[in-house]
């Protein structure tokens, strides 16, 4: 049976040389792949030239929905596909907000940018089609929230609508510059935005409004309700509804696993000042959701501040939070003032950078000062632990790239360290910088072998947290193919797309389940051997990007301070690294192991 709603096979091309831009129906891939991941990665293995330069007209960019997108509950986001500047390797980045049911509503299941204008331009994507549109007037303002509020009142249509925006950040081309949807969520990783910046594409508008047709409407209404009730009456995904991800922090810093100052040490003092629960009694605001999320993850802080003359006025702002900018922005710099913590998640959200990265990179520039590599003339300010203010100001200099060492920064933290030395503590992994989990073995192989090297290629951290309960580490060899398969599920979840949050729901059973009602027939095994295809068919490409394994660095860092498993051995890393050479190499010649049934 086809997919019933055949508007999700358009693709649109845009051709932002040219200025031209053609619609392609290509239903056969979503029924083959199920759109996302799978379809992203297709298409660029159709369109991306193995030697395009990221930063060049030549790189392309993918954004893909799937087939369960605006379905059912969570199915809310969006994969972004593109060659990463921050890598040279690989872009994925998947963000929610009201980015992919916009797309679907717009009658469209991807979207294929390529060329790149000489004016900077914002795109408006109305019902399928795209108008390009001057965004001098845009270009240079210094808040993306700004640049949001405009295009709100610029583009007022009915029915859904998306606004994706860069910031200055990736104008000024910082490797790690993200494009931010909806104001609290983000394409964050791997440089989105400054692809998009080099495209001169400040932003895409995009949306519409029509009728999603249904293959079997009664079965649909069952398996939705059995869907929403998981995720609203059970405990599955309470957590995340009551405190966040940052429901997390208090826990990690218990078992010793939080990334604090660079990783000198995996226990902060202050975790309890910035943890869930105290922002949560004495800073959220309100909570809020991704369309079609009944969950509402997104905690949003709110930060008053006096007006400087005027006593007795005041301005109030919204910050979102979430684990990782709390420990790359918190714990990783040693900041334990929620405040200041707030203020500067606020100037990387204003500037559009990703907030992992940001910490990271501030965080071994703290330690290059501290041991002298770098002088007080590169920094211009005197970087040390906790002092938030002199980050913000770090942030904007980051940006504005005033110097040689700031312009280094702005490559990110394995680029400025083979630059200025202090490699053994410069926290990336296949050059991207670390997510907030020091659990173990698994959670740093995990970013290593991972095909975007983050921690939600494969959950090596879960992995580790799990391993606490039993007596016995596994070996290498077992602990890689765990990984491997775990990460060929997510292909799955990538491709539909489902949010990553809600994974103990969309079990194989039930997607398969899920997916007749839409009209797509599959077993439990063929989604499962689908997710094997699809990563291996990823990681070829990765390959033809010209990623080697044996260039992965692994940060001396890692071995030095004490995880919740002990202190990492470096043979057990090696060990693991060389069998996961050996296994890719099978994946990728078409050896597709059988598929283990899920539980
Ligand atoms: S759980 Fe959170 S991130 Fe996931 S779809 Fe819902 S609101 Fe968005």
Redesign the pocket.
């Known amino acids: 049976m086809p997919i019933a709603d055949r508007d999700l096979g358009r693709i649109l091309y845009v051709d932002l040389t040219r200025k031209k831009q053609w619609t392609e129906d290509r239903l056969d891939l979503f029924e083959k792949y199920l759109g996302g991941t799978g379809v992203a990665t297709r298409l660029l293995l159709e369109e991306l030239p193995r030697n395009a330069d990221p930063l060049g007209p030549d790189n392309v960019i993918v954004f893909a929905i799937g087939v369960m997108t605006a379905m059912y509950p969570?199915a809310?986001?969006t994969v972004a596909m593109f060659r990463s500047p921050l890598t040279g390797n690989l872009g994925e980045s998947h963000a929610?907000g009201r980015s992919a049911v916009a797309m679907r509503m717009a009658g469209l299941g991807a979207v294929v940018i390529k060329g790149a204008s000489k004016t900077p331009i914002y795109l408006s994507i109305k019902n399928g089609k795209a108008e390009f549109k001057d965004a001098t007037a845009l270009w240079g303002v210094r808040s993306t929230y700004t640049v949001g509020r405009v295009l709100r009142e610029r583009e007022p249509w009915p029915g859904t609508r998306s606004i994706m925006r860069i910031g200055r950040a990736g104008e000024r081309l910082v490797r790690y510059a993200g494009v931010v949807t909806e104001t609290y969520r983000h394409f964050g990783r791997l440089g989105l935005g400054a692809v998009m910046g080099a495209k001169k594409l400040k932003a895409i508008v995009i949306g519409g409004r029509r009728r999603i047709k249904l293959a079997e409407p009664k079965k649909y209404k069952e398996i939705y309700k059995e869907l929403y009730d998981k995720a609203v009456k059970t405990p599955l995904?309470r957590k995340?509804h009551d405190l966040g991800t940052p429901a997390n922090i208090l826990f990690l810093n218990k078992i010793g696993a939080f990334p604090t100052r660079n990783l000198t040490s995996s226990r902060f003092e202050d975790a309890h000042r910035i943890s869930g629960e105290h922002m949560a009694e004495t800073r959220l605001a309100r909570r809020v959701?991704?369309s079609h999320?009944p969950?509402?993850?997104?905690h949003i802080a709110s930060i008053r501040q006096e007006y400087p003359h005027e006593k007795y006025f005041y301005t109030t702002r919204y910050v979102s939070y979430d684990y990782e900018p709390t420990y790359s922005l918190g714990s990783m710099l040693g900041i334990g003032d929620e405040e200041g913590l707030l203020r500067l998640i606020e100037e990387v959200e204003v500037q559009g950078l990703d907030a992992i990265s940001t910490g990271v990179v501030l965080a071994w520039a703290t330690e290059a000062y501290i041991r002298g590599l770098v002088s007080g003339r590169d920094t211009i300010v005197q970087p040390s632990w906790g002092d938030w203010e002199t980050y913000i100001e770090m942030v904007r200099l980051i940006v504005d790239q005033p110097n040689e060492f700031y312009k280094t920064l702005a490559l990110g933290s394995e680029e400025a360290a083979r630059k200025y030395g202090g490699i053994d503590f410069a926290m990336a992994f296949g050059r991207n910088e670390m997510p907030g989990y020091h659990v173990g073995p698994a959670t740093h192989l995990g970013y290593l072998i991972g095909a975007r090297h983050s921690h939600l290629d494969n959950a090596g951290y879960s992995y580790d947290e799990k391993k606490l309960k039993e007596n016995e580490y596994p070996p290498p060899e077992k602990v890689v193919d765990d990984l491997m398969e775990e990460e060929a599920w997510r292909q799955i979840l990538s491709s539909l797309v489902i949010?990553f949050?809600?994974r103990g729901i969309y079990k194989p059973g039930i997607v398969a389940e899920a997916l007749k009602p839409l009209g797509v027939r599959m077993s439990e095994e063929e989604i499962l051997k689908l997710g094997w295809r699809i990563y291996s068919e990823k990681y070829r490409l990765k390959f033809e990007l010209g990623f080697r394994i044996e260039d992965l660095r692994i940060p001396r860092r890692i071995y030095e301070t004490l995880t919740p498993h002990g202190m990492i051995r470096e043979e057990y890393m090696e060990e693991a690294l060389s069998y996961f050479k050996e296994r890719i190499a099978e994946i990728i010649g078409q050896n597709i192991p059988s598929p283990k049934p899920q539980v």
């Open positions: 969570t809310s986001k929610g995904m995340y959701a991704c999320c969950v509402a993850c997104i949010c949050f809600a």
